[in-house]
């Protein structure tokens, strides 16, 4: 035994022995040694064992057909050495080389702790595997040994000397190929297979011996792409080093091989060895990246793979050495918020209204909609005259998709994500694309992308490989895609789709007059409303007839918005009545891709057609009129069941002054209660809440000062744009009217509540709103923009208190009033005032009493006492409810002043 071993490295001839890990087992009688690695790939040698020999391997050749069988017991013989000795560090001594071939035979020892421990040759040879040679052999004393070794193995019938044991049953029945190999992966996908690695391409590929048909297959790793080798003999940035990753790990290891998919005849799958996935340790190390294609297919999970893919790029390790995260372009506030959608603009985008109002188009990130395939024509007949392409319903699968997202969305809250923003781009023929905000939108607990995927109602967005520009749950989407191909959904399907045929009525006369009469004999239909165009004018589609028709409301008149003027679309826009801009978002509103009911009883002479629509049982008609948005029409009124509503629901909006009877002046403008004995005035007014405070006051904003407000801050900016202030050259004192710079950059007038150091407590005079800023975003206002009142005045709620401090009565208040819509306000005496909803004349007061948020504020005066009443009806049955604050019974007796509780 030699105790001090030569290194693999040493080349040079000698007695000492070369120590080694087993790489690989060529056959029975042949291995190669590695050494360790050093700033490179190991050296290998390939040791021949000496003085014996072993059942030679099938082989296959490079035609078609050319190959060997195994000789008796050669699989045996190579599986009993490989599981002995692969991985394991072994010793090696040369006895000598050939000179021609520099083949070099020797012998080969298992060692422990850097000493020799079993000589391999002698085990194999005295467990019957192994065969003496008996010719060319210089006899010497360990070649006597070996021949008495095998003399007893023959003699017990071991290995290959088993008596009667039939040469024929030893011999592998190979699989060199499969006919189908689709039919092939098809009845084993997902299933586990034994396997033996035979061979590493690359870190990525590798090919295996499949058990127990000893079908040899190429396997790719599912999932990832790895540095490889160039068939003109270069290779990319670390691909030796990645190799002998996959190489040291796997090779002619005992694996399980799950397919997982297939490309072009080659197998994908996820190669599980009993240490872990190779796919998730090459990604951890850097030494591959992920591939959308095949991820989805991981058995493990995508989010495993990205997950592992992260950590490497964090760490800027290999292939990421260089690696720069993706740059932000949005304000972390824009990242997260939940809107109502309002309108489905395409397969692929939506607007949807912010908390604040604002109306916002977004993309549904990760999906593409349906498009017709370059020479493809729109489905139907070819479009002659004045018929032109209409995506929504020429375009096979347009509509479907809509309607999926018409559906489920329209009038729904939603969780938006803005998963990135794409920058504004130039397209073809002169037509730009402006920026994008590209969304993962949620409802409840459904992903819309993942839902349109899934049925086959949009395809997916393919992003550039290291483009991290996409959604987060991208990898669900390709899996949601992938099961629709499998099941040959929607755009997927065998079948030639069609788009949605419907016919054109509106603004065709002749089309129109043949449609009324069964119009009118049907009676109330359903309808789907695809646009607003007025206050009153809608087209609307009609999917029994199969139509689409311009409808104009029954019963009701109101102005008329901007539109196109006479000379089309080239010409100016006619601006719009008083009123008109009003009436047409109310409409929206409520109507707007809605499934409604309609009831034509008519048409005027231009083909749109006459009569009633219902909106969840709701008449449109009898609403516009009823929020002052348009007057009565008697003449189409008059014949129909709704002319006493719609009297008095004008009647009532003229008392109110809303919308378009704001200035009328009729009667006298206060309007008392029908109660002799009281003579409680009512004026109110449309106001926006723009800021709720303790103790259930408010700052609103009168509804007919946005002009105004519009104009003052249009001044604003322009006097700071045009003189921007210089910093520190202001010194604010308290009390001070001056400019503040919000946090979107822009200036509002502002007072000065506090100072403190080099901070200031500022109340925004217009908005309502207060903020701690630095002294440094205030500057001097000019006195020509200070004149102006504060467009946010302060008020209470009147004839309520809150139980105490800490109830629930301010956000259940905020929730009320805050919701982007005006309110009806009414000052009772001083600065309280009552507030009705603008769209339900719900007492908001009292709607906080009824659900047991806040206590009734008793007032003696006599003109309240109508009130009063109302309230207190409205606590009693609080009260029996047990709601809220009355949960655990009467907490009035707390309330007293003995109980240490002050009036409010």
Excluded at 290 to 319: F, H, N, P, Q, T
């Amino acid at each position: 035994m030699v105790s001090n071993p030569e290194p693999l490295t040493q080349t040079t001839g000698g007695s000492g022995r070369r120590h080694g890990v087993v790489k690989q087992v060529l056959s029975g009688d042949a291995v190669v040694i590695r050494g360790p690695p050093r700033n490179g790939p190991p050296l290998e040698m390939q040791l021949f064992f000496s003085s014996v020999t072993a059942p030679r391997l099938a082989r296959r050749g490079n035609a078609p057909g050319d190959f060997t069988d195994d000789e008796p017991f050669a699989w045996e013989v190579r599986e009993y050495l490989r599981k002995k000795v692969i991985g394991k560090e072994v010793q090696a001594s040369v006895d000598h080389t050939v000179p021609n071939s520099g083949r070099e035979y020797g012998s080969l020892w298992l060692t422990e702790d850097g000493q020799a421990t079993e000589n391999v040759i002698e085990t194999m040879v005295s467990e019957g595997w192994l065969e003496v040679k008996k010719t060319g052999i210089r006899p010497d004393e360990q070649y006597g040994r070996l021949i008495e070794l095998e003399e007893k193995a023959r003699a017990a019938g071991l290995g290959r000397w088993q008596p009667n044991a039939d040469p024929k049953e030893h011999i592998r029945d190979i699989t060199w190929s499969v006919e189908n190999v689709q039919r092939f992966f098809d009845s084993n996908k997902k299933k586990p297979i034994k396997a033996v690695v035979e061979f590493v391409r690359d870190c990525c590929t590798v090919r295996a011996t499949l058990l127990p048909d000893f079908y040899p297959a190429m396997i790719a790793l599912t999932g990832i792409r790895g540095p490889s080798f160039k068939q003109d003999g270069s290779k990319d940035e670390y691909a030796d080093e990645a190799k002998f990753f996959t190489e040291s790990r796997l090779l002619q290891r005992d694996v399980e091989i799950i397919l997982e998919g297939l490309n072009n005849n080659l197998l994908i799958g996820t190669i599980v060895h009993p240490a872990g996935s190779i796919t998730e340790a090459l990604l951890k190390q850097g030494f591959a990246r992920c591939v959308d294609w095949s991820i989805g297919m991981y058995s493990g999970g995508a989010d495993k793979l990205r997950a592992a893919e992260r950590e490497a790029k964090e760490k800027k390790i290999r292939i990421w050495k260089n690696y720069e995260p993706a740059q932000i372009n949005f304000r972390e506030g824009e990242k997260h918020y939940t809107a109502k959608v309002v309108e489905i603009n395409n397969a692929d985008s939506i607007t949807v209204k912010l908390a604040s109002g604002q109306l916002k188009k977004i993309f549904i990130s990760g999906v593409r909609p349906p498009k017709l395939a370059p020479g493809e024509e729109a489905a139907g007949p070819p479009k002659t005259g004045k018929e032109k392409f209409r995506p929504i319903y020429d375009i096979p699968f347009m509509f479907e998709a809509r309607e999926f997202l018409r559906k489920k969305l329209i009038g729904q809250k939603v969780d938006v994500t803005l998963d990135y923003v794409q920058q504004p781009r130039a397209g073809e023929a002169e037509r730009d694309f402006p920026e994008r905000h590209c969304c993962s939108v949620v409802i409840g607990d459904t992903n819309v992308a993942e839902a349109l995927l899934s049925r086959g109602l949009a395809s997916i967005v393919f992003y550039r490989q290291d483009d991290e520009q996409r959604p987060s749950n991208y990898d669900v989407l390709l899996a949601a895609e992938q099961k629709a191909q499998a099941g040959k959904k929607g755009l997927h399907g065998k079948k030639t789709a069609t788009g949605f045929r419907v016919a054109d009525v509106s603004g065709d006369t002749a089309k129109a007059k043949a449609f009324l009469p069964g119009f009118q004999r049907a009676g109330k239909q359903e309808a789907i409303v695809e646009y607003v165009g007025s206050g009153s004018r809608f087209r609307i589609l009609i999917p029994k007839s199969s139509c689409v028709v311009s409808l104009i409301l029954a019963g009701v008149r109101c102005p008329k918005g901007s539109r196109m003027g006479p000379a089309g679309p080239n010409g100016p826009i006619l601006p719009a009545e008083e009123g008109g801009e009003a009436a047409l978002n109310f409409s929206k509103e409520l109507a707007a891709q809605r499934d409604v009911t309609v009831e034509i009883s008519d048409m005027d002479k231009v083909g749109n057609f006459i009569g009633w629509m219902f909106v969840e049982g709701k008449n449109v008609s009898l609403e516009l009129v009823e929020a002052g948005h348009g007057s009565v029409n008697h003449y189409s009124a008059e014949r129909s069941p709704y002319l006493s509503a719609l009297e008095k629901a004008e009647a009532n909006a003229k008392a109110r002054k809303l919308g378009i009877w704001a200035n009328f002046v009729e009667s006298e403008a206060e309007v008392k209660t029908e109660d002799d004995h009281s003579d409680r005035s009512e004026h109110y007014k449309r106001v926006m809440v723009v800021e709720t405070l303790p103790n259930l006051h408010f700052f609103a904003q009168n509804v007919e000062d946005g002009p105004k407000l519009e104009a003052l801050m249009d001044n604003v900016r322009q006097e700071f744009s045009s003189n921007p202030p210089l910093q520190g050259s202001y010194a604010p004192k308290r009390g001070d009217v001056c400019a503040a710079r919000f946090s979107d950059g822009q200036w509002y007038r502002a007072k000065v509540e506090a100072l403190q150091g080099g901070k200031a407590e500022i109340l925004y005079l217009d908005y309502g709103n207060r903020e701690s800023t630095s002294v440094g975003n205030l500057a001097l206002l000019p006195a020509s923009l200070k004149s102006a009142e504060p467009f946010a005045k302060e008020y209470g709620l009147a004839f309520v208190r809150e139980h105490t401090e800490d109830s629930d009565a301010e956000y259940a208040f905020g929730v009320l009033v805050k919701d982007g819509v005006p309110v009806l306000l009414n000052v009772e005496y001083g600065n309280s005032v009552t507030l009705l909803k603008s769209d339900t004349k719900a007492d908001v007061a009292k709607t906080l009493i009824t659900d047991g948020q806040v206590l009734l504020d008793h007032r003696k005066e006599r003109r309240f006492q109508k009130i009063m009443e109302e309230y207190k009806d409205a606590q009693e049955q609080a009260k029996r409810s047990r709601k809220n604050i009355w949960r655990y019974g009467d907490i009035t007796a707390d309330d007293a002043k003995e109980f240490g509780m002050s009036g409010r």
